[in-house]
DNA sequence: GACGCAATCCGAAACGTTTCGGATTTATGG
DNA sequence: CCATAAATCCGAAACGTTTCGGATTGCGTC
């Protein structure tokens, strides 16, 4: 473990100088620079990061808090999310810390005590719900943090979100120009930020349309295949009341629906349209589906560099107004859309 | 942040003491103890981890290295990896911290860089090889590290292992005695410890029986669904040397199997018997195939918490000679296995 | 009252880095 | 050769904790 101090003798200088060379500062000539990489290198010398965090209050590192709870499928999307964060955040020299809370955990306390330990330079919130609590804790601690998705409309924290309320408006839109009055909407679970914008969309697009809000055909579900196959099956139980068409808020969902539609020997678009939200999850393609699905897509991917890019400036330079983006949606017109039957 | 010197200003006494108060020492009487703990929760003292990584040289955090190349589902056992790890450091006061490599970056300078950083107590090796080089690497640095698996029969270091030879040899064994001679391994990538491990069970059995080994019958692939459905395919290609019998690497590789079994019209046991190692896996139960499969199994879940401990124990009594494990494995006899047919 | 022992306490040094303020050297132009 | 500015360099303090060695107190015993 060579030092700073082992450097300096090693080359005659002071260590002040070492230190100014090892992190590139400007009054600190080329040739020594050159020297001071080489010793560092012969030396085997790296960083005491204790040491730097403790004069300079930063750690170098992001943290993420989870539920330990997995939950089967739906945690496919949780591996996509930390491996991309975590390289997106080496990439720009900052270590990105997991941590999975036991099963049953109150998370608050946990988020309390990882923000007053100072051992963190900051937060990336996922699974965002409406007004919540984590962003109300670490706003009010002073702590730097990201959100995916937004806790509020006129939230006044970092975010990086996709335009939710569009993807559910321009399908319920869309589908009603073609005729549709009954369009069932498979949404995630009530709470979440995103299906709730989502489900402000639909309404919006009916309340436009002049048609009502009719509760049995909204769905709020883990969006996992079997929950679309299932709440399909249910939906079209009433064959006379049945939807005719169908917004899926992912494309697992929509894979649900369309086994299940299958099973009940409906057409796809003849008797009922279906369209779906596709975040380009795990290798399921929409345009792989029979017939080739309709989809707004908004690729997930996308988002880790951005979550991580607004993160590292807002820890930089905390004072900064929050950055906010809303990412575009594109729509994708395929096959599986048509006009409303008779 | 409150530090040690308000604390001791706030409650007339000196910062060692208030230091030793609350890493509960035997010197501080209980009286004192307790009037510290209350301050710290009134000014909501946290003990800064840079400042005593500096002077332990300590930093409470172990890393798990993983690359990032995500190859679908044989990704999900990763999570339940991680959660699991994460959980039971958690547990014993540690910090768990997962790097992900960017795909196609070359693991050994990250190990390197991460070893000589000093910034991790220990480190946790999956996925290992036959002569690791991880393993070498972080040998000759001195640096704690505990492994999934064994490098090498003589291996020096710590480890929690199953009995990959034992699972092999056993399956092989069994289905010997039943009459079969042509028995197939559905095996992982040649290069792991584990499949090397099975396969030197596999031949050490037909080698005891007098049956030659055919290559033809050993196929190394990742373990999953499809690749069992594949290979399956192929080796009963030739009606007439087709294997009778299929040990299965894992419960995936069986499902596949199955599948493929079913459209060739092969009926299990009559034509041919199926076995497999059972980690376990993500809610795929053998016992839920029909017939009914007959495994080996070894939760995979058991082993977070002999790792963390084996690793924990290793961080704290460097000295020690390393612990090693091997998990018994256990054998379900189901109706998946009978005798060889004619 | 003196002694010894245990129970508590304390001061100071150390860990390896960054940074502030100033000092020294080197080049530049007259 | 001098004055000035620019380019390099340096000493010392500070960050918050742990720990070493020793100091103080209280208490029972002779």
Redesign the interface.
Known sequence: ?ATLKDLSKHLGLSVTQVSRAINDHADVSQKTKERVREAAKEL?Y??????R??VTGK?GMVILIRP?A?S?PA??S???T??GL??EF??RGM????????PGTDPMPVYQ?AA????FDGFVLIDTRRDDPRVALLTEMGVPFVVHGRSDPAADHNYYDIDNHQVAYTHAKNLLALGHTRIALLNGPRGYAYSEYRLQGYQKALEEAGVSFDPALLVSEQMTEGNGMIATARLFEDKVHRPTALICGNILLAKGAYTALGAMEYRIPEDVSVVSHDDVL??IRGSAFYPALTVSRSPFANSWSHLAEILCNAIQNPTAPPHQHVAEVEFIERASTGPAPK
Chains 1, 2 share one sequence.
């Open positions: 473990m085997g790296a960083v005491n990061r204790s040491a965090s403790l750690s330990g997995l089967g945690d496919m949780v591996l996509e930390i491996s975590s390289g080496h990439k270590q990105f810390l997991l941590n999975i809370m036991p005590s007053t330990s100072g051992s795990h290798n």
